[in-house]
């Protein structure tokens, strides 16, 4: 897979694959944090003369157009940054995009509208591959969020484009989540959270083979203590996967190696915050719910924590939204940024908590793709990434 600093970018028009999924309120762009990751790689390609026609998605719009889910925002947004007039394409597609990308000067930049208000982006349409190929003399991709989606921008369009490769941003995120998997510095230490063990079945397992270390958090960690005949009240349980989280278990002790789970927990009687918390032990009695894990938790967690080299966290360790509930995934924020480990946190809430916590830029690399990410350490081959291939 080439790099953007071995493709001759002068004079060409560089079909930049962004993700500027970025939320808005009231046609403004309310964090940036996506558009400012993108910009090292956007700044080498207007440095080398590059003509950079720039394509992203923005919500779900189904396949049709929707005035809410328009880049304008992003194409002002951008403009602030670079400090000069982002032109916004009123399709990504069409004989007026074919224009405005031709007509492109060196260093000027063009963004197309939203790839998503055609079906055929997602259907991975050959046809509409081919459109977007006529706008691109080099093709780069830099949007690690949807590597593993296989789309046309994404994977379809790439066949028809004979330079190409990966923006910074995506070698970046291919570089420090290749340290997960491939001869990391030990011990080795990965902590899940989050509601579902549904949403991670897959990367426990590819995990259960790497990590000296599995802690376990958030709403998940009651389908596995519910697996051990553990008491959990009224919290969140995936009845249907009890047998996986038992197999799961057995796994890691057959394996010899640490999963741990919470000790104790923080409850109360409504996950809404409207009601008292309570810290109990293990068992979690009738018509409470766990809503965070426990301060001996939070002890035992920081702990393995600051023994690990390497540590990988997805998911937060409670309802973080909620004041009263977040203790735990602040404990696991506070744990990392102390621990002097090669630290990754990969996944949209446990992003959003670091984000919060004001101290993201004591992590080493805080990841912009949570399905990628996941479907990365799975061991699955992600399309985006497939189609960049030499």
Not at 179 to 186: I, S, T
Not at 205 to 234: R, S
Not at 304 to 332: C, D, L, Q, Y
Request: hydrophobic fraction near 45%; charged fraction near 20%; aromatic fraction near 4%.
């Amino acid at each position: 897979m080439r790099s953007i600093d071995q493709l001759d970018l002068a004079k060409k028009r560089v079909f930049i694959r962004v993700d500027f999924n970025v939320p808005l309120r009231d046609g403004v762009v309310t964090d940036a944090t996506r558009i400012e990751a993108a910009l090292p790689t956007l700044r080498y390609a207007r440095e080398h003369g590059a003509r950079l026609v720039l394509a992203s998605h923005l919500g779900r719009p189904k396949g049709k157009p929707k005035p809410e889910l328009t880049l304008a925002p992003v194409a002002k947004k951008l403009s602030e940054l670079f400090g000069q007039a982002v032109t916004l394409a009123p399709d990504c597609v069409g004989a007026e995009a074919e224009r405005l990308a031709n007509g492109l000067a060196p260093g000027a930049v063009l963004l197309l509208e939203n790839l998503r208000f055609h079906p055929e982006e997602e259907a991975n349409d050959d046809g509409f591959s081919q459109q977007l190929a006529r706008l691109a003399d080099v093709y780069v991709n830099d949007a690690f969020g949807t590597a593993h989606r296989a789309h046309a921008s994404t994977a379809g369009m790439v066949r028809y484009v004979a330079a190409h490769g990966a923006g910074f941003l995506l070698q970046k995120e291919c570089d420090y989540l290749g340290k997960v998997l491939q001869a990391p510095e030990r011990p080795l230490v990965a902590i899940l959270g989050g509601a579902k063990v549904s949403d991670k079945v897959a990367v426990i397992d590819h995990l259960l083979t790497t990590v000296d270390a599995l802690l376990i958090g958030g709403a998940m960690a009651y389908t596995f203590l519910k697996a051990q005949g553990v008491a959990v009240g009224g919290s969140l349980v995936e009845a249907d996967r009890l047998d996986t989280a038992a197999r799961l278990l057995e796994q890691a002790r057959g394996r010899g190696m640490q999963l741990l789970l919470p000790v104790d927990h923080r409850v109360s009687g409504s996950p809404k915050g409207d009601q008292p918390v309570q810290i109990v032990g293990q068992t979690i009695p009738d018509g409470m719910l766990g809503v965070d894990i426990g301060p001996e938790t939070e002890r035992r967690f920081a702990a393995e924590v600051a023994r690990a080299k390497t540590v990988f966290w997805n998911g937060p360790m409670g309802i973080f939204e909620i004041p009263a509930f977040s203790h735990g995934t602040t404990a696991m924020v506070d744990a990392l940024v102390s621990s002097g480990a090669l630290t990754i946190v990969g996944g949209g809430d446990s992003v959003a908590a670091v984000m919060q916590s004001g101290k993201a830029d004591k992590i080493s690399h805080i990841s912009t793709g949570g399905g990628a990410s996941l479907e990365f350490l799975e061991g699955r081959t992600l399309p985006g990434l497939a189609a960049l291939e030499d």
